[in-house]
């Protein structure tokens, strides 16, 4: 009996010793998630937060809360950023956005802001008067200057950009080349013949700039989503196929990573930007806040989940990651 009554005693300690605490702790996080149906007869307002399934490799985490951007929760800050290396054929488009920008609802915020030497000049901050916010818009430069990387800039751009709980979100308009840092050439190793061993060859076929991930991870951590729509751009690297569709990739990859969607017609200059901004509406008015329990780590960082449904065609589209603050310490805890 005495054996017996002393193994409880430990393991009721064990149970609730410092350690074994914070490893059952959870903290609570949140990210925006856009929710698309494959089919015309479900909305993908006819589910709530049940059928809502948060993956972390096997395991499912806790969903607490799924809340629509609508109503009293539709706050979003729309950042319509610009590269100045864009060419001027641009200006055809320029009253499309013009366009978007008055149809946003009241509970909009846009700002405007143009990219130049790996950084961003903002021409107009956040207002709820869009109509300042489309006469802002001008001309891109159409020219080169020192330090030309979107990712750069819009990296420059998340530093200064304050949290906030509404939506943040980013519409990029650039060819995605980057002409700063350009774009590392692989190397092939030669097997050489006997013992003679020549060096690598360099391959000079590039791929995606090294700063995609950068931004990428930033934007993530910052639970900012980026949309891009791809326009010409001028000089020699735009004239090279390999950059453009590279630079083509670079968008996509960053879109894909944070959230959003990246809109284009192979690397060419589209006709017209509406279907684009059209379809980015769509996404605008079909957003949600996921609230679920994550599990902290020792030190803070992005943790990749999966988002699923048990609702037939039924889609969802979020960050890769979310930022999971630090667990707490014993210490704290206390």
């Known amino acids: 009996m005495r054996r017996l009554l002393l193994v409880v005693l430990l393991f009721a300690a064990v149970s609730l010793s410092p350690f074994n605490l914070l490893a059952q702790q959870t903290t609570q996080v949140h990210m925006v998630v856009t929710a698309e149906s494959t089919n015309e ?9 049940r059928s809502v399934l948060v993956k972390q490799g096997k395991d499912r985490l806790q969903v607490s809360d799924w809340i629509p951007a609508r109503g009293d929760q539709a706050a979003l ?14 200006g055809s488009h320029l009253d499309d956005l013009r366009t978007f920008i008055n149809a946003q609802p009241a509970s909009t915020s846009i700002a405007v802001g143009y990219m130049r030497n790996a950084n961003v000049t903002v021409v107009k901050d956040f207002t709820t008067d869009h109509g300042q916010a489309a006469g802002a818009l001008r001309l891109p430069l159409a020219s080169l200057s020192s330090q030309d990387s979107p990712y750069l800039s819009l990296m420059s751009l998340l530093k200064r950009w304050p ?20 774009y590392v050439p692989t190397t092939v190793p030669n097997r050489g013949i006997g013992r003679t061993i020549a060096p690598p060859t360099p391959v000079s076929m590039p791929y995606i700039s090294p700063d995609v991930d950068s931004a990428s991870q930033a934007s993530q951590r910052n639970g900012v989503i980026i949309h891009s729509i791809y326009a010409p751009g001028v000089g020699r690297a735009d004239r090279n196929y390999f950059e453009r569709q590279n630079g083509l990739n670079g968008l996509s990859k960053l879109s894909d990573e944070t959230g959003g969607e990246s809109f284009f017609l192979t690397a060419e200059n589209p006709v017209s930007f509406k279907p684009y901004t059209d379809r980015l509406q769509t996404i605008l008015d079909n957003q949600y806040f996921l609230v679920f329990l994550a599990q902290p780590r020792k030190k803070a960082g992005l943790q990749r989940i999966r988002l699923d449904s048990d609702v037939s065609k039924i889609e969802f589209i979020a960050a890769d990651n979310v930022w999971v603050p630090a667990q707490a310490s014993a210490a704290t805890k206390k």
């Open 41 to 49: 007869t479900i909305s993908p307002a006819d589910f709530d937060r």
């Open 77 to 90: 800050q729309l950042f319509i950023l610009i590269d100045d290396t864009c060419s001027s054929t641009l």
């Open 163 to 182: 949290e906030s709980k509404v939506r943040r979100e980013v519409l990029l308009v650039t060819d995605g080349i980057d002409r700063l840092r350009g």
